[in-house]
């Protein structure tokens, strides 16, 4: 799979992941990685922990999430 974005520029890179909103292909020049925190609800008697996961997204996401 190419990058999307590239694509558009009529250039073709090899897609290193794939956007989780929109489903594109994006190159290690495109793709934006943010760790996010996921926090499960409190249960009573359980100790609450943090979960780290990896989110990534394509330029034309990010920036449609951004101006929001
Ligand atoms: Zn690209
Ligand atoms: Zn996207």
């Known amino acids: 799979m190419n990058c999307y974005e590239c694509v558009q520029q009529g250039r073709a890179s090899e897609a290193v992941a794939v956007c989780r909103l929109c489903g594109a292909g994006v190159c290690a020049d495109h793709v934006h990685s943010?760790?996010?925190?996921?926090?499960?609800?409190?249960?009573?008697?359980?100790?609450?922990?943090?979960?780290?996961?990896?989110?990534?997204?394509?330029?034309?996401?990010?920036?449609?999430e951004e101006s929001a």
């Open 34 to 64: 943010e760790t996010i925190q996921v926090r499960e609800p409190a249960q009573p008697g359980k100790v609450i922990h943090d979960q780290r996961a990896r989110r990534l997204t394509c330029p034309v996401c990010r920036a449609a």
